[in-house]
């Protein structure tokens, strides 16, 4: 006797739509392509969602929580500004060219579903390093410069090892780590504390 699939979860749909997303952008998000991924109906998309456009509500929603909140949530663990905003910088360095979900999401910034998803996520990442900055010490003005500066140089990052693979000289995990040390070192340079006289 075969065994019956288990019922796919409004979850499930939005875990696909968001794999769709990463590998071939927006439009890539459909129904019958994904039911087909997924070896079902659409019988049973129209069981979790009205519309394409709640499915890709949800599945930007995961990627908020993913990209976002779940890493802010773990550094709360740390006490320490420094060492918060050094981890910080090395997850995502590392993460550079591993997640295509952001850089198509970036890519349709512009749509009415995606833009005010992706504003919201920029806007959280920028405020919560301003608070790092405010709290290692630095002035809110100078806070907010290299807060912007933090997340432009990430950005500009990602989108180079995506679009133009090879260009920057960054040729492996321990030059991007290296990379990433430096501008680290950068963003604190000024800090009013002797404990970051040491390794960064």
Known sequence: MTSKRPRLTAHD????????????????????????????TKGSFYAHYANREALVSAALTLWEQ???????????????????????????????????S???????????????????VMQRRVQYLIS??????????TSVHRATLAHTAYIGLIEMTARLPGALP????????????SVL???LYGADRGDLQGEI
């Open 185 to 187: 070192a950068l963003l």
């Open 132 to 141: 790092l900055f405010e709290q290692i010490g630095f002035t809110r003005t």
């Open 66 to 100: 993913r990209s976002t909140e779940a890493p802010i949530y773990a550094l709360e663990a740390e006490s320490d500004p420094v060492a918060r905003l050094r981890t910080l910088l090395k997850q995502a360095g590392r993460r550079t060219g591993q997640d295509p």
């Open 170 to 181: 960054l040729e492996n995990a321990r030059a991007t780590d290296e990379y990433v040390k």
């Open 13 to 40: 749909w939005a875990e696909a739509a968001l794999e769709a997303l990463g590998a071939a952008g927006l439009a890539a998000v459909a129904i019958e392509p994904l039911a087909v991924h997924l070896g079902t």
């Open 102 to 120: 952001e850089i198509n999401i970036l890519a349709s910034a512009g749509h009415e579903l995606v833009a005010p998803v992706v504003r919201r």
